[in-house]
């Protein structure tokens, strides 16, 4: 494959060469008509008309020279973005992890159909988000202050909460924190 390139680009020289030796000439010759006072546009007219080796060399070098400079020039490649999604997750993975001693959790077991939720360990600024275990949003709220504190829940809110199965879940985000989220079982 080299060898065959390496012939083409010699071709290509040598026909560049011809024709630039050829253009001199007929500048030289257009000057001297020129001098003498004669027009040379009835002879531009003929000339490629009749197929002229001056016009036509110049026609076979372009073309060549074009068609041998497209496959060795490579466009430069642009770095490739980084999807959202991807940066999301890194920038994620350098969040702390809340250690488990300190997570927000239930202080006493929630009953069935039960309007209040006792929790201990939260953190003032907290965000909850308590579902169902269809998924479905039931609640949200901001923790006030650090320590204890309940919710309260109105009677189509705990019906809500109950469906579905044995247990809810709960999720906390905390500013500089990872998410986490939280298996609440519901007793009879």
Do not use: C
């Amino acid at each position: 494959m080299k060898k065959i390139f390496g012939y083409v680009l010699g071709l290509v020289a040598a026909l560049f060469a011809a024709g630039a030796i050829a253009t001199n000439a007929n500048a030289d010759g257009s000057d001297a008509d020129a001098a003498s006072g004669s027009s040379n546009a009835g002879s531009a007219l003929i000339g490629p008309a009749m197929g002229s080796s001056d016009a036509g060399g110049a026609a076979e070098i372009s073309s060549a020279e074009s068609s041998s400079q497209q496959p060795a020039e490579k466009p430069a490649k642009k770095p490739a973005k980084k999807p959202a999604r991807k940066l999301a997750k890194k920038l994620a993975k350098r969040e702390k992890r809340v250690a488990a001693d300190k997570k927000l959790r239930g202080r006493l077991h929630y009953r069935k159909d039960a309007r209040e939720i006792l929790f201990q360990k939260g953190k003032k600024g907290e965000e909850v988000y308590l579902y169902n275990r269809k998924g479905k949003e039931v609640k949200k709220f901001r923790v006030a202050k650090n320590g204890r504190f309940d919710i309260k829940l109105s009677k189509k809110q705990a019906k809500k909460l109950d469906e579905g199965g044995k247990y809810f879940h709960f999720a906390v985000y905390q500013k500089g924190y990872k998410p986490y989220e939280i298996r609440y079982y519901i007793y009879k």
